[in-house]
Structure formats: structure tokens, C-alpha cells
Nanobody, 120 residues
Framework: QVQLVESGGGLVQPGGSLRLSCAASGSIFSINTMGWYRQAPGKQRELVAVITSGGSTNYADSVKGRFTISRDNAKNTVYLQMNSLKPEDTAVYYC??????????????WGQGTQVTVSS
């Protein structure tokens, strides 16, 4: 069984910064893609950023230049550094990972979400 535990959300003023973390634990052989999604009230869940095992990244246009995704493979952890935050960034942020278990099964996992609120 694999679990994703998110942390780092909270309330921040416009222009401020937050750093989200997501640690994967359990029967993990390897982690392929890790990413962050978000869902604002009344809107569909959208991709924010993804990073592959090789370090390739992709970002939503709305966060390019402001957010940076990274990962620490030794800790099975993915991070999202969010700078120059805007009220439009307010959403529940979900961690996502595609993981190969020690039993050689490949599955997609989701964290329970962490609230990010950008408001003055």
C-alpha cells in the first residue's frame, strides 16, 4: 500500500510564497511521474506541474515563471515552490504520483489535498 502525505499549505498574502511537500511511503519500488494538481471552487481539477523520474518538467501556463516543481528521489518526495502568489492560485492542491510497487504493479495515487489560500 502506498500513501501520499502533503504539507505546506496555508494562508498567504498576494505576492508571497509557499512551499508544498508531498512524501510517498509504502511498498515502493520506483516512482515515475510526480505532480501537483489543483481545484478551485466551481472549477475542474487542473494540472499545475509535473516532473518525471528523469527530471523533465511541465507547467500550466498560468504558473510558468512563478512555480517550480522538484523532487528528492532519496526521500520519495516532490515539492512545489510557489512564488508571486496570486488570489487566482487559491485552491486545494493535490499531489499525484505514478508508482511501481515492490510487487511490480504500476498505479496512480493521490494525496488528500492541502488548501492554499492567497488573500490580503
Amino acid at each position: 500500500q502506498v500513501q501520499l502525505v502533503e504539507s505546506g499549505g496555508g494562508l498567504v498574502q498576494p505576492g508571497g510564497s509557499l512551499r508544498l511537500s508531498c512524501a510517498a511511503s509504502g511498498s515502493i519500488f520506483s516512482i515515475n511521474t510526480m505532480g501537483w494538481y489543483r481545484q478551485a471552487p466551481g472549477k475542474q481539477r487542473e494540472l499545475v506541474a509535473v516532473i518525471t523520474s528523469g527530471g523533465s518538467t511541465n507547467y500550466a501556463d498560468s504558473v510558468k515563471g512563478r512555480f517550480t516543481i522538484s523532487r528528492d528521489n532519496a526521500k520519495n518526495t516532490v515539492y512545489l515552490q510557489m512564488n508571486s502568489l496570486k488570489p487566482e492560485d487559491t485552491a486545494v492542491y493535490y499531489c499525484n504520483a505514478v508508482i511501481v510497487s515492490r510487487y511490480y504493479t504500476l498505479s496512480e495515487y493521490w494525496g488528500q489535498g492541502t488548501q492554499v489560500t492567497v488573500s490580503s
